[in-house]
């Protein structure tokens, strides 16, 4: 048996269905090597966990690599400063790059950052003010204006900065990366730095919180992948190993995915896992209902460790959630079942938001993020009551196979 090319968990072999997204952050990197200016304001995707917003910005990052920018990724963490952590990324990457000499003096600088800024387990924990926040702010924009025009001076396009989790970023870092990339934007000489994040949805209010100019964003939702996108993301990586599915078996995966990209990986392995094939061979529809009931064991621990994290207010809004179903439910109707009102509920439904877990949908309405958390729920309600059928326990039922590309899947199909 040849090892499984799906990776639930990490980057993609394939990344499906994100041209546009891929575009938009080509055209801004563009505007540094074709117009010599810097990337303008922050482009920032969103979307809950799992959506593919970390692959989408690696992917972009190869991207850009081989485009002859110079890259740097930095992931935003609440529990210790940005330059130190973003000063060593450069480093490496200046490192990688092989600049040879050419490139000490600004090594030197960033080495220089990092001492001074990075002590470690000094800061752990603490958001410095006064003098110390002013020397990161000032420190983040020296790094990027530096390392933007030292790429620019030898043969790169510019800087491309990715920045994952960018909510998780101190208040302070996130300001200061909006007022360098304001200073790049209106530099009269242009400074070739582009900054591109992803997040989740939480990003949207955490972006304005750091800058009233953070309104120039351009924000971007991650979606669902549409049916046509997880099907080549589950041919193209066993193509490559000389395994094919049958038509039959993309469908009942396609559909079981709900256009959600973990599972569609997770699918994936579970349907290879149980096909074992070799060169030549094919995965059959047999063997994806084998692999659906790993994927949904798999799902399931998801789950339960987002509901493991969740406070007693947050699990019951979310119970009550799940036994109004699996489609949008009412404010109203959710403030009634938990027997109060819907001011007094805006506070959790806030929270569950902001941990991407739920996501409004249309006036007035709430839906979950990640297709199939509602089932979960319910079952798991099922299951401390006693009232249970443990379908977790058992085999998964004998899916039918749905009557046409994109026929609804119906509610309970990824249960
Ligand atoms: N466009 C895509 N095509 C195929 N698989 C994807 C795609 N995007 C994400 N995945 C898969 O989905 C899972 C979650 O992706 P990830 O980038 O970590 O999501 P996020 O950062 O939004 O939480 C990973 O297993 C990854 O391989
Ligand atoms: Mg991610």
Redesign the pocket.
């Known amino acids: 048996m040849l090892a499984s090319p ?7 072999g ?5 041209g546009r997204e891929l575009d938009d952050i080509r055209n801004r990197l563009a505007r540094m090597s074709a117009l010599g200016r810097s990337g303008g304001p922050l482009l920032a995707f969103y ?12 992917e972009a990052q190869r991207d850009a690599r081989r485009a002859g920018y110079l890259t740097v990724w930095v992931t935003g963490r609440d529990d210790v400063d940005m330059a130190p952590d973003l000063a060593r990324s450069l480093t490496e990457e200046v490192r990688r790059e092989s600049f040879g000499e050419r490139a000490k003096g600004l090594l030197h600088k960033l080495d220089k950052v990092q001492v001074e800024l990075g002590v470690p387990g000094a800061k752990v924990g603490v958001e410095m003010a006064g003098p110390t926040a002013a020397l990161n702010t000032a420190a983040i924009e020296s790094t990027l204006e530096d390392a933007g025009r030292f790429a620019r001076h030898h043969d790169r396009g510019g800087l491309a900065v990715f920045v ?1 989790e960018f909510q998780e970023a101190r208040l302070g870092d996130r300001r200061s990366l909006l007022i360098a990339l304001q200073h790049f934007d209106g530099a009269p000489d242009g400074c070739p730095v582009a900054v591109v994040a ?1 997040g989740l949805p939480s990003m949207l209010g955490a972006v304005p919180e750091a800058a009233t100019f953070g309104e120039r964003t351009k924000f971007v939702e ?1 979606g669902l ?1 549409s049916d046509v ?2 099907a ?2 589950l041919r193209f990586p066993a193509q490559e190993l000389g395994v094919s599915w049958s038509d039959d078996a993309i469908f009942e995966a396609v559909t079981a995915s709900h256009g ?3 599972r ?3 699918i994936g392995e579970g349907s290879w896992e149980a096909a074992r094939p070799d060169v030549g061979g094919r995965i059959e529809v047999g063997h994806v209902r084998q692999g659906l009931y790993a994927a949904d064991q798999q799902m399931a621990t998801l789950f339960r460790s987002r509901v493991a994290k969740a406070t007693g207010p947050q699990r019951r809004f979310l119970a009550a959630m799940a036994d109004l179903g699996d489609g949008p439910v009412a404010r109203a109707d959710l403030a009634a079942r938990l027997e109060t009102s819907t001011t007094s509920i805006s506070q959790v439904r806030q929270e569950l938001i902001d941990r991407g877990l739920i996501e409004p949908a249309g006036y007035g309405e709430l839906r979950f993020t990640i297709p199939g958390f509602a089932g979960f729920l319910r079952r798991e309600a099922r299951r401390e009551t006693g009232q249970a059928p443990p379908a977790l326990d058992a085999p998964s039922p004998i899916r039918s196979l749905p009557q046409r590309p994109g026929a609804d899947p119906g509610p309970d199909s990824s249960t």
């Not at 394939?14 to 994100?18: D, E, P, Q, S």
């Not at 979307?47 to 690696?58: A, D, I, M, P, Q």
């Open positions: 799906y990776a639930p968990g990490s980057s993609p394939y990344l499906a269905g994100r979307g809950s966990r799992g959506l593919g917003k970390t692959s989408l910005l690696r994952d992803a991650v992948l996108a997880v080549e993301a959600y990209p973990h569609a990986q997770l």
